[in-house]
């Protein structure tokens, strides 16, 4: 069994052009994992794969919608001509919702939990066969803070964005139970992480934010990174099932 990656261990990130997704595909390259980006960005995947590819691991991308069942199945069976198996898939494609129940359409609660939750299912549902055969892998999940706090601010609702993440924290309970002792699923609950998704809000509401968490500052992507990382490599052995918030302590919402 591999302790960590070694030079034929590869992971999937996905939403891995920017943000959150790249910090952790940067731990993963640090722990020596070959990674696969994939995203709706083109030009910020091929500047993301350039980077990584210039610490010596191979980095490869696809361009991808996460929401695509089939596009899932296609680039799996792709990476699986590359490599023997799939050591670590990280859910992490996600985009913002911010819309109350009686502003948001049909359309757009539909396109929420598809991004979110179904991305999560057909990424897992492609990657696992091949985690099984190998009698190892590594899931981890990115929810969110708003699962627990329900999405719900002073300036906006974000429910929809809120029920996807709480989903997928049921999901990852489940598929912990289903898939061990094989595969681990975790889920990690980042708290407010300054990137492109939360760029202009956070900016604006930055001094207000920062005195709403305990260690008086914004996550950063590396800071979610780290803990996917720990949590991607084979040991520890004995996490599954979990959520791990990383916040700060955030108690602004
Ligand atoms: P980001 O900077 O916007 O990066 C997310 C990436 O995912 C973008 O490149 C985005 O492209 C891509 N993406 C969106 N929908 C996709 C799809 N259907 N298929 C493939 N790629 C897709 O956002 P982030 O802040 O890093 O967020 C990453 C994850 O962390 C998300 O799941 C988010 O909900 C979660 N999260 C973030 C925070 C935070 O404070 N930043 C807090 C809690 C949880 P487009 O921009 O073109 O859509």
Not at 21 to 30: D, H, I, R
Not at 34 to 49: G, M, R, Y
Not at 127 to 154: E, H
Not at 223 to 244: H, K, R
Request: glycine content about 10%.
């Amino acid at each position: 069994m591999k302790t960590q990656g070694s030079s034929s261990s590869v992971a999937i990130v996905t939403g891995g052009a920017r943000g959150i997704g790249l910090g952790c595909a940067k731990s993963l390259v640090s722990k020596d994992f070959n990674i696969v980006l994939v995203d709706v960005l083109d030009n910020e995947l091929n500047q993301a794969t350039s980077a990584l590819c210039a610490t010596g691991m191979h980095a490869e991308s696809f361009v991808a919608d996460v929401s695509d069942f089939q596009k899932a199945q296609n680039v799996v069976e792709r990476i699986l001509e590359r490599y023997e198996s799939i050591d670590v898939l990280v859910n992490n494609a996600g985009t913002p919702m911010p819309k109350g129940l009686l502003d948001i359409s049909e359309g757009e609660w539909d396109r929420t939990i598809d991004v979110h939750l179904k991305g999560c299912f057909n990424w897992s549902r492609a990657v696992v066969p091949s985690m099984l055969k190998s009698g190892t892998g590594r899931i981890v999940n990115i929810s969110s803070i708003s699962a627990y706090s329900g999405g719900v601010t002073r300036a906006v609702s974000k429910f929809a964005y809120a029920a996807a993440k709480a989903g997928i924290l049921g999901m990852t309970r489940s598929l912990a139970k289903e898939l061990g002792p094989s595969v681990t699923v975790n889920a990690v609950c980042p708290g407010a992480i300054k990137t492109e998704l939360t760029g202009e809000m956070l900016e604006r509401r930055s001094a207000e934010f920062t005195e709403g968490i305990s260690l008086r500052r914004l996550g950063t992507p590396e800071d979610i990174g780290e803990v996917v990382a720990f949590l991607a490599t084979v040991e520890p052995n004995f996490i599954t099932g979990q959520a791990i918030t990383v916040d700060g302590f955030q108690w602004i919402t």
